[in-house]
């Protein structure tokens, strides 16, 4: 199958609040008041648990028949921890990014608990956004100064 290419456009609105539109959607991402925002959004690594969770829940809602998995409920719940310290240039030793993610899945279905923990492996190993945390992609910048 050949590569799908997804695309993403972020805007400055002004102060801390950001335009983010993908195909014909869009949503406002803001900071906190406590980190300088307006708080009328969630913040960007709230976003990124977020499109972790809704991924894990997809990937879920969509092998489980596959899989054999009776499921009547599926909910994730996610925590990152980060030193804002990192990214305000505070501590220049503090990682700017989540130093750990802890996820928990809430799991109702049909099966053994063998099958559900080999199910939540499966389900792990086959999330795009799983795989993107745990194995970074290569990045490239361009800059068009205009």
Known sequence: ???EVFKAETTALGG??????????????????????????????????NSLGACLVIVAQSY???????????????EGELDPDGFRYINPN???GFS???????????????EIKDF???????CPVHDTITNSPVFESKIITE
Do not use: W, Y
Not at 23 to 37: A, H, I, S, V
Not at 100 to 114: P, Y
Not at 120 to 126: L, N, R
């Open 120 to 126: 939540i492996e499966f389900v792990e190993a086959t």
């Open 16 to 49: 801390l609040k950001v335009n983010c539109k993908s195909r014909e959607f869009e949503f406002t991402l803001d900071e906190p008041k406590n980190l300088g925002g307006t708080n009328t959004g969630m913040n960007p690594v709230e976003a990124l648990l």
């Open 64 to 78: 489980a028949r596959v899989k054999k998995i009776n499921l009547k409920s599926f909910k994730v719940n996610l």
């Open 100 to 114: 750990k993610i802890s996820v928990t899945f809430h799991v109702k279905a049909d099966n053994t608990e063998q």
């Open 94 to 96: 503090a990682k700017k």
């Open 1 to 3: 199958m050949a590569i």
